[in-house]
């Protein structure tokens, strides 16, 4: 079965620092990779996808995939406090199913 | 914005009790999740269903059943709740399969005494 593992488990970067998280996955007929933020008692939300490899920007965020090397990441530019929450990595089951696998996640916290 | 609400949103119990965890969705959307959240074990698919009547076992189903009477209303059932159910659960929604964007709800928290 498909296994997400994330690293580093815990970050804190200063105020407008770069934050790197990273992924790795297991299955190599893996398709689609997520980037999920969840703040403090909230739901997790959907923060970007990348289905492509290579990198894909949106605004302070950009997505990095390498599916030969098994390796999804996510860098934050110009980190903000409101950036602190913890993110997941989610890439999906090549089982009949498709469904999203969840890493453990990574605690980012933004010290102003 | 998609809308995923949750109820109740804690809820305590103890060993053998009966729970039943309650979500809602207004967005028309086909496919429904329940997860559990747990330190170091990120969000985990419990079951999850692609229209009314439909369910589909997920990665950790034992304790757990689960029911989608409506499109919109999908329910989450432990019938002889243990310690081991102590989680943070989540329900989610998304228009497509599992590979599409999914929109959580605010979680119930269970503590099973």
């Known amino acids: 079965q498909q296994k997400v593992q994330q690293s580093p488990e815990s970050l804190i970067v200063p105020e407008g620092g770069m934050a790197s998280l990273n992924c790795t996955f297991s299955?190599?007929?893996?398709?689609y990779f997520w980037w999920y933020r969840q703040h403090s008692g909230e739901g997790p939300k959907a923060l970007m996808?990348?289905?492509?490899?290579g990198d894909k920007k949106e605004g302070r965020f950009t997505a990095h995939l390498n599916k030969a090397s098994l390796y999804v990441s996510l860098h934050i530019k110009d980190s903000q406090p409101s950036d602190s929450a913890l993110y997941f990595c989610?890439?999906?089951?090549?089982?009949?199913?498709?469904?999203?696998?969840f890493g453990s996640g990574t605690q980012l916290t933004v010290m102003p | 914005e998609a809308a995923v609400t949750q109820s109740p949103r804690n809820k305590v119990t103890v060993t053998g009790g009966n729970v039943t965890l309650s979500c809602r969705q207004t967005?028309?959307?086909?496919?429904m999740y329940w997860y559990r959240q747990d330190t170091g074990h990120g969000l985990r698919l419990i079951h999850y269903?692609?229209?009314?009547?439909?369910?589909q076992i997920g990665d950790v189903p034992d304790g757990y059943k689960a029911t989608r009477t409506t499109q919109e209303d999908f329910f989450l059932l432990l019938e002889l709740a243990s310690p081991s159910q102590t989680s943070l659960y989540f329900c989610?929604?998304?228009?497509?399969?599992?590979?599409?964007?999914?929109?959580f709800g605010p979680g119930t928290r269970l503590t099973v005494l």
């Open positions: 989610a929604s998304s228009g497509l399969g599992g590979h599409a964007e999914q929109f």
């Open positions: 967005n028309s959307h086909n496919y």
């Open positions: 299955d190599r007929n893996s398709q």
């Open positions: 996808s990348i289905f492509s490899n």
């Open positions: 269903s692609y229209g009314a009547g439909n369910l």
């Open positions: 989610a890439v999906t089951s090549s089982s009949g199913s498709w469904q999203l696998i």
